[in-house]
């Protein structure tokens, strides 16, 4: 039946595309979209001057929430880093509760979709507009992010909803709408205009950042690997977001796991690979490294030729550090709720890793690589993300663009499959759990891959950024209500802790 | 001391000898049978979120049906027999899955019969008896 529905909109689709293909389909699905990714950008971008630079306040209100949430849980990020390995390392897994999803499971499940082209593209953006100091403040932002990722995800499983035929469903919608509601009566209404807001703003965000910027992003490296301009490629836009969208149509309509299980496993070990390459890359020119640890401290205080001075250096870290790890927006609240735990705040440790491993570690890999390599030039045109860490990769390894293209692909890919399932539950919680309502929307969401590879990049960036960042605002707003939730569960379980009454299992118990 | 046999299986022919093995032993020395089934899984594998929200109910579904379709009619020829049976069913590693079972249990030998699995495959990843041989803590019989 579903099968039958999709292949009935991918000849639809076909069917179409000729006519389209001879007035330029890239060019006019461009032309629509625009006027809207323009209007929403402007409207989520809103900004005032800080020393001159307009700055979004959307990103003073992450850094603000990062900053509080660091200082009122005692600088948590920190603090709860050990604990939280042991947790991944199943240190504290009843070997009855194998079988159930792990903490590993549920913090690998999110990685993928946050590792991804934000850490690759969006950082050589970072460092083309920024300098090299963008880096600095990049890191900056990964750690206080950390905060941030505990209490939604503490949250997450706190409040999420466990059905009676055993599956389960978390997310902001949730602790915003129960948890509001428990806090006060007169909270209640509140917390549920929150949900719906962060419901809305998801579906956009897995429409845009989660979909359209990895298909136009994955488009434009594949184009530049197979002869920029004049590969055969270059104007088919809409074919490749075609083949892309059947695939991933296969997997969330046709429910073909297979191409899903294969990505799963593929996508940790190419990630792994892009460090690897990275890490080579950087002991290669390690006596470059003093220098380039000093352009990036230095141009984080003091940076030269740089558009707005250390504010606008600072704006470029933080904001392609919250793109990249999405700490704040919400989204990885959705995929740490699967977890099997009892106590909540444990999947809140275990997601610090998250913002760590996104930000400080694979973010700053490529942005060294970039420094390192000299690649970086304040005049690249910005839209040229993925391209630039390419250049800066095939310096060193000539034929690493080419690994890094099956790796941008896969990457996109695996964000794409995580996206539509955040997009999804937000769209159920909308309009309620039906096969129509759940076919529509991946339906839509397969519109959205084709639209995002037509479109040039300066819309679709535009348009990703400001549905992902709106899903901020509801969230962290509620977020700071349900504080007081998040530190009982915290100091309960950290007096268990230090007490050393939590039970430990296998190889951790006998060294204890 | 009375002793306690865990007979691994894995629903093959070899599991079953393996049971006939124990059970021959089992009445012969008054001892009690442990059937124990081990549905492979590691903590550490790569999951979409569908499958993350659906494991807690999939779980419930692979031991059911361990239990129903492997264990339990096991079980019930033992008890048939005479023979003190009990059944189990865990996820993991399969040989650590065992050997940590034979501790927990308090079982005084682990029984598994060989598998049929060409050389290459077990030269590859190790076999369930190999690996229970090397990492057992008390006497493992495999039957051929």
Known sequence: MNIKRLIAFVVCLLGASPVFAQQGIDERIDVAIRPYADGVAGFIFSSFPIAGVPIPFVLVWLLLAATIFTFYFKFINLRAFRHGFQLVRGDYSDPLAAGEVTHFQALATALSGTVGLGNIAGVAVAVSLGGPGATFWMIIAGLLGMSSKFVECTLGVKYRNEYTDGTVSGGPMYYLSKGLAERSEKLRTLGKVLAVMFAVFCVGGSFGGGNMFQANQSFKQLVAVTGGDASWLADKGWLFGLVIAILVGLVIIGGIKGIARVTSKIVPFMAILYVGAGLVIIGLNVSAVPEAFRAIIDGAFSPEGISGGVIGVLFQGFKRAAFSNEAGIGSAAIAHSAVRTNRPVTEGFVSLYEPFIDTVIVCTITALVIVITGTWNPNVNPSDGVALTSQAFESAIPWFPYVLTVAVVLFAFSTMISWSYYGLKSWTYLFGESRFMDVLYKLLFLGFVIAGSSMQLGSVIDFSDAMIFAMAFPNVLGIYFLLPVVKRELDEYWADYKAGTLQKFGAAARRA | ?144
């Open chain 2, 1 to 144: 001391m009375s002793q306690t046999y865990l007979v691994g299986i894995d629903c093959s022919d070899c599991g079953h000898r393996a049971v006939d093995y124990a059970a021959e032993e089992a009445a012969a020395h008054d001892a009690t049978v442990i059937v124990a089934h081990i549905v492979e899984w590691s903590p550490y594998s790569f999951n979409t979120n569908q499958e993350n929200a659906e494991r807690h109910q999939r779980r419930e579904a692979e031991l059911d049906r361990a239990h129903k379709e492997i264990v339990d009619p096991v079980v019930g020829k033992l008890q048939e027999k005479g023979i003190d049976a009990k059944g189990v069913v865990r996820h993991g590693h399969i040989a650590k899955t065992l050997k940590a079972l034979a501790e927990e249990l308090g079982a005084t030998s682990i029984v598994v019969g060989r598998h049929g699995d060409s050389g290459l495959v077990s030269q590859l990843f190790g076999s369930v008896p190999g690996t229970l041989v090397q990492i057992s803590d008390r006497p493992v019989t495999v039957v051929p």
